[in-house]
């Protein structure tokens, strides 16, 4: 389990020429009749490292890129985090597949781009097993040599597709949303009071707490707010976490999935992304009881929902109103950093485990 209150620097790769990417236009057909677009990509065969990422987009609806329109960005330009984190997985080696979570001919997606017809969490499930299922049917990479990265509710889903494909080598949560069934109310509560406490005892307010600022110094190494957190947790999981292993739909939570199966996963959350970072130290505290060693989580400072910078303000549609609290930067590219090594890593695990 590691707690990371910062990433590395980025290194230097070296980029594969878009002329040298093969694209795979795919398609799939749910029981509605309703036609989702998405697409292959694949690096040079020399390139290849013999395993594949397909990417799951977060909320209920998400375009090819995980679009976010201008009026939301920073920058008053469209961010595509899904794109750039293709390219990047695509120059380590990986085959990556996208995949459009807005069926073909939307009309409400059609008149505007913040717009979708939003279908039921369940349908969202169905759409990303026939997307597996279609990934699987173009024998790119072995079935079972396929890693799943959830952004947000994305994670949820990802958790439910390893449940029923245990095999799966790893999942990467980005944001990871609805993951524990937990008191919500209470999770906030414990978490503020921990944090308070952290400050209180950081006595040279150097941002750890040292073997004697703590009250509990079980061991010399010095912890991070995050860590605290998450121990302060341990001691009363009874407060906050509701004893259910499945939701109402039937589909059993990410975190008995991740302890079930043993499937090494990352989780990476923005410090500001006050609702998911409570649920990570949640679902840190929750593999720890479990003695699952494969989970790991990281929290990067100053980072928002979408994992880059965040720019407090409401954000006023002409149409709609008040659409957001905040403007969001691109996705950090030390966290797109991150993700790569961590995968490369499991790949030659993975590999010398064969």
């Not at 990417?55 to 209920?60: F, I, S, Y």
């Not at 008053?76 to 597949?97: C, E, H, P, Q, Y």
């Not at 998911?276 to 060693?293: E, F, G, K, L, P």
């Not at 969001?328 to 797109?336: H, S």
Request: aromatic residues 6%.
């Amino acid at each position: 389990m590691i707690i990371s209150a910062c990433l590395t620097s980025l290194s230097a790769q070296s980029t594969i020429p878009s002329a040298e990417i093969e694209t795979i236009p795919i398609v799939f057909m749910d029981s509605k009749k309703r036609i989702f677009d998405g697409l292959i990509e694949v690096p040079p065969e020399e390139s290849r490292n013999g395993y594949a990422v397909m990417m799951l987009g977060g909320g209920l609806v998400s375009g090819l890129d995980w679009e976010v329109p201008p009026i939301l960005s920073i920058s008053g330009n469209w961010i595509r985090d899904g794109k750039t984190i293709s390219t990047a997985l695509l120059n380590r080696g990986f085959i990556v597949m996208r995949w459009r979570s807005i069926y073909r001919g939307d009309p409400k997606f059609a008149k505007d781009p913040l717009m979708a017809d939003s279908p039921r969490f369940e349908e969202t499930v169905a759409h990303a097993r026939l997307a597996l299922a279609r990934f699987r049917k173009q024998k790119t990479v072995p079935a079972d040599n396929i890693f799943l990265i959830g952004r947000s509710l994305g994670a949820r889903r990802a958790t439910i597709l390893l449940a029923e494909n245990p095999k799966l080598p790893g999942l990467v949560f980005l944001a990871g949303a609805s993951l524990v069934n937990t008191d919500e109310q209470e999770l906030s509560q414990l978490v503020e009071q921990a944090q308070t406490e952290f400050h209180e005892q950081d006595r040279n307010q150097d941002g750890k707490l040292g073997q004697r600022e703590r009250a509990d110094p079980e061991s010399r190494k010095d912890i991070d707010i995050h860590e605290h957190t998450i121990r302060q947790l341990s001691k009363s999981p009874e407060r906050w976490r509701v004893a259910k292993v499945k939701d109402r739909f039937g589909f059993p939570f990410g975190s008995e999935t991740i302890n079930a199966t043993r499937t090494p996963t990352l989780s990476i959350v923005g410090s500001l992304d006050k609702r998911w970072v409570a649920a990570s130290y949640a679902m840190c505290a929750v593999q720890r009881a479990y003695d699952n060693d494969q989970f790991s989580n990281v929290v990067v400072e100053n980072l928002g929902h979408h994992l880059g910078q965040e720019k407090a303000g409401q954000v006023t549609h002409p149409k709609f109103g008040v659409i957001s609290n905040a403007k969001v930067g691109p996705i950090d590219p030390a966290v797109i950093e991150r993700i790569c090594n961590w995968l490369d890593e499991k790949t030659k695990t993975s590999e010398s485990g064969k």
